[in-house]
C-alpha cells in the first residue's frame, strides 16, 4: 500500500513512516518529533508549516500523540 504524498489518516502517516521511510516509531523519536513540533518558534516547525499548512501539523502533532499511547516499538 502507497500512501498519498501527505497522508490523510493516522493509518496512511504510519505506514508512510515505518513501512515506506523505515524509520522505527520509538517513544523517543515521538517525544522529540512532538516536542519540537510543538514549539512554534522553532525553525524546523515554521518550514513544516509553510511547506504542508497548520491543519496539517496539527494533526502530525496529533499522530505523534497517538503514537505515544501505542506499545513501544524496539529501536
Given at each position: ?38 514549539n ?36
Amino acid at each position: 500500500m502507497k500512501t498519498p504524498v501527505i497522508p490523510k489518516t493516522y493509518a496512511q502517516w504510519h505506514h508512510c513512516i515505518t513501512v515506506e521511510c523505515g524509520i522505527t516509531l520509538t517513544r523517543s523519536f515521538a517525544e522529540e518529533r512532538l516536542a519540537l513540533w510543538s514549539n512554534p518558534g522553532a525553525d524546523e516547525t515554521r518550514r513544516f508549516e509553510q511547506l504542508y499548512g497548520q491543519d496539517h501539523l496539527t494533526r502530525v502533532r496529533q499522530w505523534f500523540a497517538r503514537a505515544l499511547e501505542q506499545p513501544p516499538q524496539q529501536a
